[in-house]
């Protein structure tokens, strides 16, 4: 907890800093700010929390801002707003958001405040009028908190003067109005209900139909074009049950302006799942959900049949095949369900590909699901016929690699052969890895010397940890120090290489300080500069390797500091006083 209060406090330094430096406040202030800010932190760290701490810290961050704005109007003082208003602003969003989150009713205790809330907005708004986010979050205090419709109404006209094509403002300007005629809707009952005088309670039919959102709908799709911006509006209007009109308009204008995307056609084809459908009445409870659950499912593909055709687009076929596999890895009770669903899945991955449509990244999933049902012969084909089609992709040739080797097929070799001609690092991985369980050692060597030619040199790197790994566990200490030995002139290197090595070294039961020495020594010539760890490495070594020679250290003391820089040093020289003291 004391770790986590100290980082709360780290934090707020900057904005102290700027208070103190502009002469807003003396040090003697800031002092006094920390040690509160940190008395107060300390309570809403506790493991038993009270609702009087929230609001005793959110009422000092308020009195906080109240105090700046007088002295900054007082010197006459404008600058640096950013780095100190705005801070204090987020922390007390954040206090708010963990306390309503534990007690819904916090707010009511902070009922006397909240016209301090709105100037906090105020404040916070006239500094970053650029942040869509902001104007929404005021927005929402506004309806929320304060129940000012007009208020909220105000500020999102306000913001969309600033942001005029901000999708987010006009969803929530959307989603505030239909909310707003909602809780209309709901008063009036009440009253009706309660057949009490609505003298005084004047109900407008526009806003109580909702009205007033469909006019911000209209004026958002003037600025704002896309299926998925419709939809999201559409979404949200569902959410309310008298916005039928309305949902009917915005799916007619969805239609009728979006029909070359394929977000359209997905929804429309998707929607028939809410549909009703009349099962037979001969069948039993289960029979009949389940031959429902097929009528819908065969509407909506006809659905996507006709999209594929007015649209066939790689993108349209995504989205035919999503929704299939979807419906595929739904559980059913239903075998018949069940065999449905597989056939029309992998019928129309089929059809996908035959079009040449088909997503490179769907290939992988239809091979996949081939295997899993045991189609072990269509799943080779397939991923043949994926590698033929995107012969550039690393991905395809992995899977069909994967298909290959896990079939125990005679074609893995001659297909790595055709596959690492894009020089990938992850094929000849795999073809290594592949190769030290099928081939012999001999063989396996011969590709390992053979990779490091024709990768490119950064690849090289990854392949010679590999390959000094591979002989250590296959030939021993001899083979794989024989195998560092024809590598160490061979740039570029990894230290892991070189790291590699000196475990070997250091797990024999003759380790040879010599040559321990000239591991460190060959990785210094390439890493000295850049890793202060090796340095330290090397002299723990001297000083506890029984061959070691402690007279060394300050020689290698000596050139670490004079390769080393920056940060480096200090970080170097730090590490080396704990080591002589015993303290590292």
Same mark, same amino acid.
């Given at each position: 907890?004391?770790?986590?209060?100290?980082?709360?406090?780290?934090?707020?330094?900057?904005?102290?800093?700027?208070?103190?430096?502009?002469?807003?406040?003396?040090?003697?202030?800031?002092?006094?700010?920390?040690?509160?800010?940190?008395?107060?932190?300390?309570?809403?760290?506790?493991?038993?929390? =009270?609702? *009087?701490?929230?609001?005793? +810290?959110?009422? #000092?961050?308020?009195?906080? $801002?109240?105090?700046?704005? %007088?002295? &900054?109007?007082?010197?006459?003082?404008?600058?640096?707003?950013?780095?100190?208003?705005?801070?204090?602003?987020?922390?007390?969003?954040?206090?708010?958001?963990?306390?309503?989150?534990?007690?819904?009713?916090?707010?009511?205790?902070?009922?006397?405040?909240?016209?301090?809330?709105?100037?906090?907005?105020?404040?916070?708004?006239?500094?970053?009028?650029?942040?869509?986010?902001?104007?929404?979050?005021?927005?929402?205090?506004?309806?929320?908190?304060?129940?000012?419709?007009?208020?909220?109404?105000?500020?999102?006209?306000?913001?969309?003067?600033? =942001?005029? *094509?901000?999708?987010?403002? +006009?969803?929530? #300007?959307?989603?505030?109005? $239909?909310?707003?005629?909602? %809780?209309? &809707?709901?008063?009036?009952?009440?009253?009706?209900?309660?057949?009490?005088?609505?003298?005084?309670?004047?109900?407008?039919?526009?806003?109580?139909?909702?009205?007033?959102?469909?006019?911000?709908?209209?004026?958002?799709?003037?600025?704002?074009?896309?299926?998925?911006?419709?939809?999201?509006?559409?979404?949200?209007?569902?959410?309310?049950?008298?916005?039928?009109?309305?949902?009917?308009?915005?799916?007619?204008?969805?239609?009728?302006?979006?029909?070359?995307?394929?977000?359209?056609?997905?929804?429309?084809?998707?929607?028939?799942?809410?549909?009703?459908?009349?099962?037979?009445?001969?069948?039993?409870?289960?029979?009949?959900?389940?031959?429902?659950?097929?009528? %819908?499912?065969?509407?909506?593909?006809?659905?996507?049949?006709?999209?594929?055709?007015?649209?066939?687009?790689?993108?349209?076929?995504?989205?035919?095949?999503?929704?299939?596999?979807?419906?595929?890895?739904?559980?059913?009770?239903?075998?018949?369900?069940?065999?449905?669903?597989?056939?029309?899945?992998?019928?129309?991955?089929?059809?996908?590909?035959?079009?040449?449509?088909?997503?490179?990244?769907?290939?992988?999933?239809?091979?996949?699901?081939?295997?899993?049902?045991?189609?072990?012969?269509?799943?080779?084909?397939?991923?043949?016929?994926?590698?033929?089609?995107?012969?550039?992709?690393?991905?395809?040739?992995?899977?069909?690699?994967?298909?290959?080797?896990?079939?125990?097929?005679?074609?893995?070799?001659?297909?790595?052969?055709?596959?690492?001609?894009?020089?990938?690092?992850?094929?000849?991985?795999?073809?290594?890895?592949?190769?030290?369980?099928?081939?012999?050692?001999?063989?396996?060597?011969?590709?390992?010397?053979?990779?490091?030619?024709?990768?490119?040199?950064?690849?090289?790197?990854?392949?010679?940890?590999?390959?000094?790994?591979?002989?250590?566990?296959?030939?021993?200490?001899?083979?794989?120090?024989?195998?560092?030995?024809?590598?160490?002139?061979?740039?570029?290197?990894?230290?892991?290489?070189?790291?590699?090595?000196?475990?070997?070294?250091?797990?024999?039961?003759?380790?040879?300080?010599?040559?321990?020495?000239?591991?460190?020594?060959?990785?210094?010539?390439?890493?000295?500069?850049?890793?202060?760890?090796?340095?330290?490495?090397?002299?723990?070594?001297?000083?506890?390797?029984?061959?070691?020679?402690?007279?060394?250290?300050?020689?290698?003391?000596?050139?670490?500091?004079?390769?080393?820089?920056?940060?480096?040093?200090?970080?170097?020289?730090?590490?080396?006083?704990?080591?002589?003291?015993?303290?590292?």
């Amino acid at each position: 907890m004391a770790e986590r209060i100290e980082q709360r406090i780290e934090a707020r330094l900057p904005e102290l800093e700027q208070l103190e430096r502009v002469g807003l406040f003396t040090r003697k202030e800031i002092r006094a700010v920390i040690k509160k800010a940190s008395a107060l932190e300390y309570k809403i760290q506790r493991r038993a929390l =009270h609702k *009087e701490d929230f609001i005793n +810290y959110i009422q #000092y961050e308020i009195n906080l $801002l109240e105090l700046i704005k %007088k002295r &900054r109007s007082r010197i006459g003082y404008s600058f640096k707003k950013d780095e100190i208003e705005y801070s204090i602003v987020q922390r007390i969003h954040g206090l708010f958001k963990r306390a309503t989150e534990k007690w819904k009713v916090i707010l009511l205790s902070l009922q006397n405040k909240k016209n301090q809330l709105s100037k906090v907005f105020s404040a916070m708004l006239a500094i970053h009028p650029n942040k869509p986010a902001l104007w929404i979050m005021a927005a929402k205090w506004e309806m929320e908190e304060r129940f000012s419709s007009e208020s909220a109404r105000h500020l999102f006209l306000r913001a969309l003067r600033f =942001h005029p *094509e901000s999708t987010k403002l +006009y969803q929530e #300007y959307f989603r505030m109005e $239909l909310m707003h005629a909602e %809780k209309q &809707r709901k008063e009036k009952k009440e009253f009706e209900q309660a057949k009490m005088d609505l003298v005084g309670h004047f109900y407008s039919e526009e806003v109580l139909n909702g009205e007033m959102a469909r006019i911000i709908y209209r004026n958002a799709i003037e600025k704002i074009k896309g299926a998925e911006f419709y939809l999201s509006l559409l979404s949200i209007a569902k959410l309310f049950d008298f916005t039928q009109d309305l949902q009917k308009e915005i799916l007619e204008n969805l239609q009728a302006e979006n029909a070359d995307d394929p977000l359209t056609w997905d929804y429309m084809a998707r929607r028939e799942l809410e549909m009703g459908s009349l099962p037979s009445p001969e069948c039993t409870s289960k029979q009949m959900k389940a031959s429902e659950v097929a009528q %819908k499912e065969e509407r909506c593909c006809a659905v996507f049949d006709e999209a594929v055709t007015a649209l066939p687009t790689e993108a349209m076929w995504k989205c035919y095949v999503t929704f299939c596999l979807e419906r595929l890895n739904r559980k059913t009770n239903s075998e018949e369900l069940r065999r449905k669903r597989l056939e029309r899945t992998l019928c129309v991955f089929s059809r996908a590909h035959e079009s040449t449509l088909l997503p490179e990244t769907l290939y992988k999933q239809w091979v996949h699901l081939l295997l899993e049902v045991g189609l072990t012969e269509k799943a080779t084909e397939v991923a043949a016929a994926a590698t033929k089609r995107f012969s550039q992709s690393v991905e395809m040739w992995h899977t069909r690699l994967q298909v290959l080797i896990k079939l125990n097929s005679s074609d893995v070799a001659q297909c790595f052969e055709e596959a690492v001609r894009q020089g990938c690092l992850p094929l000849w991985t795999l073809w290594v890895e592949w190769s030290e369980g099928a081939n012999s050692k001999e063989d396996t060597q011969a590709l390992y010397q053979r990779s490091l030619f024709v990768i490119n040199p950064a690849d090289s790197v990854t392949m010679k940890e590999k390959y000094l790994d591979w002989a250590y566990r296959h030939g021993g200490y001899k083979k794989a120090k024989k195998v560092f030995t024809s590598l160490h002139e061979s740039r570029p290197f990894s230290l892991e290489f070189f790291r590699k090595m000196i475990e070997i070294e250091k797990e024999q039961e003759s380790c040879k300080m010599l040559n321990l020495r000239e591991y460190y020594e060959r990785a210094l010539r390439e890493f000295g500069s850049t890793d202060s760890d090796l340095w330290l490495d090397y002299i723990k070594e001297e000083l506890s390797h029984p061959q070691g020679k402690p007279v060394n250290c300050g020689n290698i003391h000596w050139r670490a500091l004079k390769m080393l820089e920056g940060e480096l040093v200090e970080k170097f020289v730090s590490k080396y006083t704990l080591l002589q003291t015993g303290h590292l």
